[in-house]
């Protein structure tokens, strides 16, 4: 009797724990390694017709890009830094007075650092100190460049550090607009062209990338490193210069 009581509970149990198995493999189903792999886009065999496409925009810049600043020197901290305050205001002055908004105005960077030299028997003197104050510059009327220039170079003196000038667009975003139309129809003829070569139907594309757009910024090296303030009328010419996008484009084959 309990012999037969104790196997229908073994039987019971049994039944219970394959019904549960079932049930749980209906709701979580095995998926095969074969329909996992098709079900994945066409890119890790590289099939179909893949093109890279570019689009350029030439534009000429409308911000011109300044880094100057001052420099001064001195035998002791305090006395360099005042030197180079009372020229970076005078600079300073200069910029606001010629229509350069302070926002325009971000400081680059500033040090003050011992100036040192080695005697003969090899003992390092001390000669002083020395102060650099750098700004960055944006000119939005890029006319105007090589008069702030001059005016910038006469306010600072002998203390005046001009490093470069470069141009760039302001706002680019309607020309990249226009370089990515471009750079799309040039994968697009790209992809025909080879299909037609290769005597095959082009079909709809399945993948599209945008690759890095860029806008190169031309520096006029004929400022830098300039120092001094007597200088000449500076000429500035911003020219052109290239907006330039790529994308990626994958076609199937019919």
Do not use: C, H
């Amino acid at each position: 009797m309990r012999k037969g009581l104790l196997l229908g509970l073994v039987i019971g149990v049994a039944l219970l724990g394959a019904v549960g198995w079932i049930s749980l493999a209906s709701a979580n189903p095995v998926v095969s390694s074969a329909a996992t792999t098709q079900s994945l886009p066409n890119l890790q065999d590289n099939s179909g017709i893949w093109v890279t496409g570019q689009g350029k925009v030439s534009v000429v810049p409308d911000v011109a890009i300044l880094s100057l600043g001052v420099e001064a020197q001195a035998t002791t901290v305090e006395e360099a830094m005042d030197k180079a305050a009372v020229a970076m205001d005078r600079v300073m002055a200069t910029l606001r007075a010629s229509g350069v908004a302070e926002k325009d105005i971000k400081t680059q960077w500033f040090n003050i650092y011992p100036v040192r030299r080695w005697t003969d028997d090899g003992r390092e003197v001390l000669l002083g100190y020395r102060v650099t104050n750098m700004v960055t510059v944006k000119v939005r009327d890029v006319e105007a460049t090589g008069r702030i220039i001059d005016a910038v170079a006469k306010a600072g003196r002998d203390f005046i550090r001009i490093q470069g000038v470069s141009f760039t667009v302001d706002d680019t975003s309607q020309y990249y607009t226009e370089a990515r139309a471009e750079a799309v129809a040039d994968a697009v003829a790209k992809a025909q062209q080879l299909a037609d070569l290769a005597g095959v139907q082009l079909g709809k594309p399945f993948y599209i990338s945008e690759g890095g757009g860029y806008t190169p910024i031309y520096m006029d090296y004929g400022l830098m490193a300039f120092e001094g303030g007597n200088v000449p009328t500076t000429p500035i010419s911003p020219g052109e210069t290239e907006i330039t996008l790529t994308v990626q484009m994958a076609f199937a084959i019919q």
